[in-house]
């Protein structure tokens, strides 16, 4: 049984770029959260989709965006990169009928030059 | 908007059991209690979850008091590969309602 997985592991973008990174839920998770996680920092809530929709949204400008496709993946999107976006980006999947446990992915480390 | 408080910093000598705290005073009866803890640089590891009863798993045992304000969560013998920062959230499930993860406590095992 495939746990999260995400894609790319490392990137490395310069300033005004735009970005995709991927995630795969685990089996049978019907939801996807994103996080960013600066260094030395706890995990914050990007938004959540379920059921190919943003249901919720964290303190995140429009330049974050996402999408999630009929057989549960997701796509993150950021436009215009700044330096400070550089961070670890978290995709967590959950079942939204159950207790509804996140389990996260190990990540992707973006680097905004 | 935290909803808990934990420690900043803990350490336990190795093959002892590791007792973390969180307060979450303000926890409504919906709520859930759920520890994740991260290793450098790895996607937060869930650990185990519970509403009022105490839980145990393979990986730790949790403590909730009767009246829910306060929590524990124990590693039973801690080893150098529990080294990492554990995470105490309050969440109701199903709401949509994000994890909300603060500071958590970086616990360090000593050989």
Known sequence: DAGVTQSPTHLIKT?????TLRCSPKSGHDTVSWYQ?????????????????????????DRFSGHQFPNYSSE?????????????????????????????????????? | ???????TSMDCAEGRAANLPCNHSTISGN??????????SQGP???????????????????????????TLILPHA????????????????TGNQFYFGTGTSLTVIP
């Open chain 1, 15 to 19: 300033r005004g770029q735009q970005v």
């Open chain 1, 37 to 61: 996680q600066a260094l030395g920092q706890g995990p914050q809530f990007i938004f959540q989709y379920y059921e190919e929709e943003e249901r919720q949204r964290g303190n995140f400008p």
């Open chain 1, 76 to 113: 993150l999107n950021v436009n215009a990169l700044l330096l400070g976006d550089s961070a670890l980006y978290l995709c967590a999947s959950s079942l939204r009928s159950s207790t509804d446990t996140q389990y996260f992915g190990p990540g992707t480390r973006l680097t905004v030059l």
């Open chain 2, 1 to 7: 908007d935290a909803k808990t408080t934990q420690p």
């Open chain 2, 31 to 40: 709520e859930y209690v759920y520890w994740y803890r991260q290793i450098h």
């Open chain 2, 45 to 71: 590891q869930y650990i185990i979850h519970g509403l009022k009863n105490n839980e145990t798993n393979e990986m730790a045992s949790l403590i909730i008091t009767e009246d829910r304000k306060s929590s």
């Open chain 2, 79 to 94: 080893t150098l590969r529990d080294t990492a920062v554990y995470y105490c959230i309050v969440r109701a499930p199903n």
